[in-house]
């Protein structure tokens, strides 16, 4: 396939057993939202995308399914066995589907922006066989991986991810690079997470509504100092 565009793939757990991290903060429903908003700016930011087609959601989640098909995403059914199942269905996907490539993305990096995203995918159009890794801002989560082609390496998330990756893409024998990029390498898990969201909402006229949403959320709640 001949094409500048590459598919982006979203792993997404059941929704309602999400973010349990912060299950001492908010209760199931308030989780519920948190997760939606999220989901939301994750999806809002890829569509502005220069580079991401399709977006796959992988999930096990009805919620999920019905979310994709309103906003004419692929939805690719996952039997909640883990990350690494979701991207092995989606990776099986892309390849019938003629692609070489794809990026993996969590649905949690509330700074995400469609311009970092592309500059990713742009820089992997020159090269043949390559990995481009983000890391979360701990250094053991890997927030963004891009693979060219799509099985070049296996995915090991949920275990020290970001420096299993590295390494197999050291030995790969492809182009592999870790990409520094501040609004990409954070994400919400917990409590310090939210707090670091709070104080680093700078230029509040120019976030996205996605973003302003979220904010104005975590912000009312009363057990969340910053």
Known sequence: MLTKKLPAIIPIKTIRLGKSRLSYIFNE????????????ITISELKKSSFINPIILVSGDDEVKTLAEKEDLI???????????????????????GYNSNIIIPHDIPFISSK??????????????????????????????????????????????YNQHFNLG?????VYKSLFIKNLMFDIDDITDISF?????????????GVKSL???????KKIKY
Do not use: W
Request: charged share 25%.
């Open 29 to 40: 429903d308030e989780r519920i939202h948190l997760i939606n908003l999220l989901i939301s």
């Open 116 to 161: 970092s995203v592309d500059k990713i995918c742009q820089v992997s159009f020159y090269y043949e066989k390559c990995i481009f890794l983000c890391p979360s801002l701990r250094m053991d989560g890997t927030n963004i991986l891009l693979r060219k082609p799509v099985n070049l390496i296996h995915t090991c998330y949920d275990d020290d991810s």
């Open 170 to 174: 050291k030995k790969s024998g492809a």
């Open 215 to 221: 904010f104005h959320f975590l912000k009312s709640c």
């Open 75 to 97: 939805f690719l059914y996952e039997n909640n066995s883990g990350v690494n199942n979701a991207v092995k269905i989606a990776d099986s996907y892309c390849m019938k589907s």
């Open 197 to 209: 969201f709070l104080e680093n909402i700078k230029d509040y006229e120019k976030i996205s509504v």
